[in-house]
């Protein structure tokens, strides 16, 4: 077992930035890819971005890409999401997870996920 827990979410005006974290304990974290996956109301879980086991491989949405970094330090068994330049289109609850499996392939796919967080709310006003 796996337990996820995001924090650091919150309001913010469109343009600014916002760093959320995900902290883990349990298995042991180093081992795995880690995800940031998200969901706005009225609509489906969406890939953020992927690290992984050691972050040297970083994978993210179109979407996001050039205004978030994922990064991670296994010390802390911690995952982060810096998000730069927010859009009110980004509004949404950000969860973590830990992809099944080996830790040196990176998915897009949320049912290649099998531990999540209870989520953060990030909301970006225009």
């Known amino acids: 077992q796996v337990q996820l827990v995001e924090s650091g979410g919150g309001l913010v005006q469109a343009g600014g930035s916002l760093s959320v974290s995900c902290a883990a304990s349990?298995?042991?974290?180093?081992?795995?890819?880690m995800g940031w996956f998200r969901q706005a109301p009225g609509k489906e879980r969406e890939f953020v971005a992927a690290?992984?086991?050691?972050?040297?491989?970083?994978y993210y949405a179109d979407s996001v890409k050039g205004r978030f970094t994922i990064s991670r330090d296994n010390a802390k068994n911690t995952v982060y999401l810096q998000m730069n330049s927010l859009k009110p289109e980004d509004t949404a609850f950000y969860y973590c997870?830990?992809?099944?499996?080996?830790?040196?392939?990176?998915?897009?796919?949320?049912?290649?996920?099998?531990?999540w967080g209870q989520g953060t709310q990030v909301t970006v006003s225009s």
């Open positions: 997870a830990v992809k099944r499996g080996d830790g040196y392939s990176i998915s897009w796919y949320s049912y290649d996920y099998n531990y």
């Open positions: 690290t992984n086991w050691n972050g040297e491989r970083t």
């Open positions: 349990g298995r042991t974290f180093s081992i795995y890819t």
